[in-house]
């Protein structure tokens, strides 16, 4: 099993910033890949980006590219979503996901899950 906190949302003006984390225990943090997802009041859990298990490969929405970069610490069993110029329809749940697959990320098929940390922009 692999255990997921997510940390670092909040309320935040529209052109601000915010650097979510997530920290994993519970098995070898190198062997996966990492995701982030959000979800929105009434909508479904979409994709923001992933992270491959040693760093090399990046991946990002389309709605986010830009403006938001994924990162991780393998010393620290940590991967980061730094996220600039937000804007309103950035509010959502966000989460963090873990998967020895990084396909699996992508197609929203990750293993494990975190709880969700709740990022809101104010315009």
């Known amino acids: 099993q692999v255990q997921l906190v997510e940390s670092g949302g909040g309320l935040v003006q529209a052109g601000g910033s915010l650097r979510l984390s997530c920290a994993a225990s519970?098995?070898?943090?190198?062997?996966?890949?990492m995701g982030w997802f959000r979800q929105a009041p009434g909508k479904e859990r979409e994709f923001v980006a992933a992270i491959s298990s040693l760093g090399g490969s990046l991946y990002y929405a389309d709605s986010v590219k830009g403006r938001v970069t994924i990162s991780r610490d393998n010393a620290k069993n940590t991967v980061y979503l730094q996220m600039n110029s937000l804007k309103p329809e950035d509010t959502a749940v966000y989460y963090c996901?873990?998967?020895?697959?990084?396909?699996?990320?992508?197609?929203?098929?990750?293993?494990?899950w975190g709880q969700g940390t709740q990022v809101t922009v104010s315009s």
């Open positions: 519970g098995r070898t943090f190198s062997n996966y890949a």
């Open positions: 996901a873990a998967d020895v697959l990084s396909n699996r990320i992508r197609g929203n098929l990750a293993s494990y």
